[in-house]
């Protein structure tokens, strides 16, 4: 009886989330094709956004567009104890966009940045995992944003 009711309620849940029109924004339907990425500043972190932003490109795009994309890194000290040792640093990326649309010529300017905390530890290692974890992190949150604004730009225009 209970495999009956279990049949009937995935089955339930199947129809209901077809029907919801839900879609993912950045699913499918690539009409971006991102000619030339020029970026500038730290090489680790360029690598990593070209190759994450190449995923919404397409060769067949209709939407031509060169991207330039100036990347700065800053880390600042955040607290200190009374002794004057530093117990949490901040990491600061930012990146500045220029989007060109080769067809219209047409430019845009946005300029995105992402940050985080990490504490220093005892150990120096622990303290450079905690800098590596808090460098990858913002990376991925830095080049979704990206991402998101480039494939939303595109579909208003």
């Given at each position: 009886?209970t495999?009956?009711?279990?049949?009937?309620?995935?089955?339930?849940?199947?129809?209901?989330?077809?029907?919801?029109?839900?879609?993912?924004?950045?699913?499918?339907?690539?009409?971006?094709?991102?000619?030339?990425?020029?970026?500038?500043?730290?090489?680790?972190?360029?690598?990593?956004?070209?190759?994450?932003?190449?995923?919404?490109?397409?060769?067949?795009?209709?939407?031509?567009?060169d991207?330039?994309?100036?990347?700065?890194?800053?880390?600042?000290?955040?607290?200190?104890?009374?002794?004057?040792?530093?117990?949490?640093?901040?990491?600061?990326?930012?990146?500045?966009?220029?989007?060109?649309?080769?067809?219209?010529?047409?430019?845009?300017?946005?300029?995105?940045?992402?940050?985080?905390?990490?504490?220093?530890?005892?150990?120096?290692?622990?303290?450079?995992?905690?800098?590596?974890?808090?460098?990858?992190?913002?990376?991925?949150?830095?080049?979704?944003?990206?991402?998101?604004?480039?494939?939303?730009?595109?579909?208003?225009?």
């Amino acid at each position: 009886m209970t495999k009956k009711i279990n049949i009937i309620f995935i089955f339930i849940l199947f129809i209901l989330f077809l029907s919801c029109g839900f879609k993912k924004i950045n699913q499918g339907n690539n009409q971006i094709y991102l000619q030339n990425i020029n970026i500038k500043g730290d090489s680790r972190v360029a690598y990593l956004i070209k190759n994450d932003i190449l995923f919404i490109s397409n060769e067949n795009g209709k939407n031509k567009y060169d991207l330039d994309l100036v990347i700065s890194i800053d880390k600042t000290i955040k607290i200190k104890n009374k002794t004057g040792k530093v117990t949490r640093y901040n990491l600061k990326i930012s990146g500045d966009l220029s989007l060109k649309n080769n067809d219209s010529l047409q430019t845009v300017n946005k300029s995105f940045y992402q940050n985080s905390n990490y504490d220093v530890e005892a150990n120096h290692t622990d303290t450079i995992n905690n800098e590596k974890n808090a460098h990858s992190s913002i990376v991925q949150q830095l080049t979704r944003e990206i991402a998101n604004y480039i494939t939303i730009y595109s579909k208003t225009k």
